[in-house]
């Protein structure tokens, strides 16, 4: 097990180097222009692929819209592997529909990247605070948000004492039938997390899990909200965020982070070469990665920023407080197809 | 009826014959929509990664058993749930065409909003009243027998769930096959029979069943395959209780990295299939057909149920609750509450919801516009196409009317997701790129509603006996002139019903439109289907109802035309 552990002092610290370190990048970086403004709203809508909860995503959209009047963002929500099959499709076909894409899983940047799909755009801020392990050396992405596939339990079902504490209680025969689960060929959380819970746990783990009875949804953002109606007692695996989010919305929801260990997930967003809207997106991407945007994000969504300015709601549980699994890209790049092929084999689904 | 045809209107001219160039451009549009995309089909069914033949495909799909499964479930759900449609709309058909019950009109249009209903919707719905732990059904059950929280009385993830949930809109069709053929059954027929002695029960016996039994027949077929290609209703339910059917399974298979040629493989198993329950309907029905719409017609004998037929409204309101009443009640339950499982009340009701899919969801806007865009084109252009076909094939108007017919009846087979494989990779290559625009879904619609529409007007034609035609012509009218004078108006009815079913059946397809969207063609269908993988079921509920409304509005619209008469829903 190798635990990862940082905490927002440390990414603070980086940072600080970083601004000294990086000037080269600074040099690149790109900031927000009057042209580049005029240009985008000349253009005048963009499309912003994404995997994120929708609801969020359409906040971002608006707060845009209302910064930058007279441009329309429209949200194509899907999950981050079917957004990563749908691109691939319209790419063959020579459709370009994409503008700006933010992914579950930071591994398809990989790929688009050795494609050359992306358009090298780093936008100023993220040169200047963000730590350089969270965007691409060529400025083709930058890490947009990062949050954790937790477990979760309903607390009107499920008395707190009685909770699973661990991915190892999970498997306790007096689950069967009472968990929801997010699948891994739809899910670019589910993908991370499940390339980690493979190599922290092994292939064994999800064999006992699949004869749980688990009922089998698509997003990470429906088990959270499958345990909110009260339709299964606990999550195996989902998002954080959308839990925090329904807990603080008064439903009887609660997290758990797993004695084993968290998978960590990272949502890169990059500018695709052939976006239709070149100004707009360029502009959105700038934007994204502003502490104005990261601070919006982080105060809707509950998720976390790699921002080193950005301030997160006090009360909640610090990123340093969690026993966190690495996340690894590359790793998940290599493996996800197998990792599809044997989930698919193994849940039946 | 009388068909006075004023003299001057019948000048002594000879025309151009224009059978050829009509067969040949009927032909080609016939294979622009069916024959490219399954040559294609075809072709990769028997080919390997690299392109070199190979039965490897086949082979995988009769051994592994996530084929076999997955064909066994689907076989089993498509004969339940033709079964049950034909137990379910046998009874209700005739108590509406053939007996004095009340409101039969409004059972009519009750049945009507079942069918305009998606069934990705409705297995949405039964979520939201039959998931086993959150449903509204399962929760009264718990809150009046005090069930601990663990036991529930429906769910809706099971076989039988989803065997429930898909006959719920399916049965439709077999109402309405078998309520227009009751109704076009003249009186005369069967007082022809009571007079010669024969006692309501040897009247239904020898006159009625026989005359309607064909009608059932075809409804049972196409319940059955109607079931066999359905894609949104086991996506949504059988996925969750870990199964697949067929369609769901060939879905899967273009999950990146995409394998067309096993899903092309796994299709021909359902084309077979098809054509082989084709033939065995033409064999059981064999030359048995009957023109009952001729120069002169009884109205139909109506049964006097006296008191039963309190009785007989109940069990047809007890049928209509589960398509219709229930649903429909837990989308508005939905709509306006936080969580979409919990009881509106006046201290917890939300316009949250409604904010959101009006303000914020931005992918709406467009999604309305090219659905409704789409459904219009798809339900013109269809219903020219099959009445031509239909009154070519059923009339024998020309050599060849039997590969036209053919070719109309043939996507039948192909279940929309296959279909929507087969166009994808026909256009989304030059030299023809359509894939990226609404073109390449209009021709998908097309082309899944062309069976449908071509066999209710040709049905249609074969109703209406040839002597008021023979008529027109023994006066000098063109076949083209006949058909717009005499046959289309006497039609007029069951050209709307086209229109009706191809519009609704837009609004209803989700299964080749998964495959054939893009960002800026995408239709409310795969909206909602994607609203629904992220578990927004309040958006969904708001989405839903909105189009409902915007349908029947429609359809009711399109009834009302002008100069159409007054034609009723009850044919859609």
Redesign the interface.
């Known amino acids: 097990m190798r635990p990862m552990r940082f905490s927002r002092r440390d990414l603070l610290k980086a940072a600080a180097i970083g601004a000294g370190a990086f000037t080269v990048q600074a040099n690149a970086a790109e900031p927000v222009t009057p042209t580049l403004v005029a240009a985008a709203t000349k253009e005048g809508k963009l499309a912003f692929y994404t995997a994120m909860d929708l609801p969020i995503a359409e906040k971002l959209g608006k707060a845009f819209e209302a910064k930058y009047p007279g441009i329309a963002v429209r949200v194509e929500r899907s999950g981050s592997e079917r957004v990563f099959q749908r691109i691939g499709q319209e790419m063959a076909s020579r459709i370009s529909g994409v503008d700006v894409v933010n992914s579950a899983d930071a591994a398809h940047f990989i790929v688009w990247k050795r494609d050359g799909w992306l358009a090298p755009y780093l936008p100023e801020e993220v040169a200047r605070h963000y730590p350089a392990q969270f965007f691409d050396p060529d400025g083709l992405f930058a890490t947009t948000r990062l949050w954790l596939s937790s477990l979760g339990y309903n607390a009107s079902l499920v008395k707190p004492e009685e909770a699973p504490k661990s991915f190892a209680d999970l498997l306790d025969p007096k689950w069967s039938g009472k968990m929801v689960k997010g699948h891994p060929a739809y899910s670019g959380t589910i993908m991370t997390a499940t390339f980690q819970i493979v190599r922290e746990l092994g292939w064994p783990y999800l064999e006992k899990l699949a004869k749980q009875k688990v009922m089998q949804v698509q997003s990470s953002t429906d088990p959270p909200k499958k345990l909110a109606l009260g339709e299964r007692a606990v999550m195996a695996d989902g998002n954080d965020y959308n839990l925090i989010l329904l807990k603080e919305a008064g439903q009887p929801v609660e997290v758990i982070y797993p004695a084993e260990g968290t998978p960590t997930v990272t949502g890169p967003s990059g500018v695709f070469k052939s976006a239709p809207n070149p100004n707009a997106a360029r502009l959105f991407q700038n934007w994204l990665h502003s502490r104005e945007a990261q601070q919006l994000l982080v105060d809707v969504s509950r998720q976390h920023s790699v921002h080193p300015q950005v301030e997160e709601k006090p009360g909640g549980r610090r990123l340093s407080d969690i026993k966190l699994w690495r996340d690894d890209p590359v790793g998940v790049e290599q493996a996800s197809d197998d990792i599809k092929k044997r989930y698919a084999q193994i849940f039946k689904v | 009826m009388t068909i006075a045809l004023p003299a001057e209107n019948a000048p002594r001219t000879h025309r151009i014959d224009l059978s050829w160039p009509v067969l040949i451009l009927f032909a080609a549009v016939l294979c622009v929509l069916i024959v490219l995309p399954m040559s294609w089909l075809f072709y990769y069914g028997f080919v390997d990664r690299t392109g070199a033949f190979t039965l490897g495909n086949f082979e995988t799909l009769f051994t592994d058993p996530?084929f076999v499964d997955p064909l066994v479930t689907t076989l089993i759900l498509a004969t339940s749930s033709s079964i049950i449609c034909c137990l379910a709309a046998a009874p209700m058909g005739w108590l509406v065409a053939r007996t004095d019950m009340p409101l039969r009109r409004t059972v009519r249009a009750l049945v009507t909003a079942s069918f305009v209903t998606p069934p990705f919707l409705g297995a949405i719905a039964w979520e939201l009243l039959a998931?086993?732990?959150?449903g509204l059904l399962n929760k009264i059950y718990r809150a009046v027998t005090d069930a601990p929280?663990?036991e529930h009385l429906l769910n809706i993830?099971s076989l039988a769930g989803l065997i429930f949930v898909i006959s719920c809109y399916t049965f439709p069709y077999v109402f309405v096959l078998l309520a227009n053929a009751l109704d076009r059954i003249p009186g005369d027929l069967e007082d022809a029979s009571a007079i010669l002695g024969g006692r309501t029960w040897t009247t239904a016996r020898r006159v009625t069943i026989p005359l309607a039994m064909p009608a059932l027949l075809a409804g049972a077929l196409v319940a059955f395959l109607q079931t066999m290609t359905l894609f949104g209703s086991p996506a949504i339910l059988?996925?969750?209780?870990?199964?697949?059917t067929m369609t769901?399974k060939i879905w899967?298979l273009?999950?990146?990295?995409?394998k067309p040629e096993l899903a092309a493989a796994a299709s021909l198993p359902l084309l077979l299939l098809t054509i082989l329950l084709l033939r065995a309907e033409k064999l059981i029905l064999g030359r048995r057909g009957y023109s009952v719409v001729g120069g002169k017609q009884g109205n139909p004998r109506l049964v006097q149920l006296g008191k039963l037929k309190w009785a007989a409204l109940a069990f047809v309101f007890v049928i209509l609750l589960c398509p219709v009443f229930l649903p429909y009640g837990a989308l508005l339950n939905a709509a306006f509450s936080?969580?979409?499982?919990s009881f509106v009340s006046f201290n917890n009701f939300t316009l949250r919801n409604i904010h959101?899919v009006f303000f914020?969801?931005?992918?709406a806007k467009?999604a309305v516009k090219n659905t409704f865009l789409l459904g219009v084109a798809s339900a013109t252009i269809g219903t020219l196409i099959a009445v031509v076909i239909a009154y070519l094939t059923a009339r024998r108007a020309i050599a060849g009317h039997r590969v036209l017919g053919f070719l109309a009846t043939a996507p039948v087979a192909i279940p929309g997701i296959v279909l929507g494989v087969g166009l994808f990779l026909s256009y989304?290559?030059p030299p023809l790129?359509l894939?990226?625009t609404l073109w390449i879904l209009l021709i998908a619609f097309i082309t899944i509603a062309l069976p449908s529409a071509y066999q209710q007007l040709q049905s249609a034609f074969r109703s209406v006996h040839t002597d008021i035609e023979d008529a027109a012509r023994i006066f000098g009218a063109s076949r083209l002139r006949t058909l717009r004078d005499i046959t289309g108006p006497l039609l007029r009815t069951s050209l709307i019903a086209t229109w009706c079913f191809i519009f609704v059946g837009v609004i209803r397809e989700l299964s080749a439109a998964i495959m054939l969207f893009?960002?800026?063609t995408?239709v409310v269908s795969v909206l909602i289907f994607?609203?629904n993988?992220?578990?927004?079921?309040g958006?969904i509920a708001v989405l839903g109802l909105i189009m409902l409304v915007i349908t029947f509005a429609v359809v009711i619209l399109v009834n009302r035309i002008p100069g159409f008469g007054d034609a009723r829903l009850r044919s859609t």
């Open positions: 996530d998931a086993p732990n959150s929280q663990d993830y059988a996925i969750p209780a870990g199964f697949h769901t899967s273009f999950n990146y990295p995409p936080h969580v979409a499982t959101f914020e969801l931005s992918a467009l989304a290559r790129v894939y990226g893009t960002s800026e995408k994607d609203l993988e992220s578990g927004d079921l958006a």
